[in-house]
């Protein structure tokens, strides 16, 4: 599965963006899903997951009620919508995608966890 991440930019502290993953093939819409960021002389880390189907999502503490990821299976796609944006926010974002698992709850904020990652998309916030 080849993923496409796009949508990201320069925005002012407080604003908005929405990034967009979109996969090559259908089966992604099996496949449990993800948002990581990975910040200049930073390791890469976990933002958000969503399993490939229910209504439960996770979120790094740091951006919980201001981040909100989502799935259209039938688009083949994934969101991430970012309101309130931080300067803290700027990072390159990558989208990745794994087939789900049972154990995927313990195991969504591992960047290990995750077979199909996509380009990144650069999200600057000035201050």
């Known amino acids: 599965v080849q993923l496409q991440a796009f949508g990201g930019g320069l925005v002012q502290a407080g604003g908005s963006l929405s990034l967009t993953c979109a996969a090559s093939e259908p089966t992604f819409s099996r496949y449990a899903k993800a948002w990581f960021r990975q910040a200049p002389g930073k390791e890469r880390e976990f933002v958000a997951a969503i399993p490939w189907s229910g209504g439960r999502m996770y979120y790094v503490p740091s951006v919980k009620g201001r981040f909100t990821i989502s799935r259209d299976n039938a688009k083949n796609t994934v969101y991430l919508q970012m309101n309130s944006l931080k300067p803290e926010d700027t990072a390159a974002y990558y989208c990745?995608?794994?087939?789900?698992?049972?154990?995927?709850?313990?195991?969504?904020?591992?960047?290990?966890?995750?077979?199909?990652w996509g380009q990144g998309t650069q999200v600057t916030v000035s201050s």
């Open positions: 990745a995608a794994t087939p789900q698992r049972s154990d995927y709850s313990g195991y969504y904020h591992y960047t290990t966890t995750y077979d199909h």
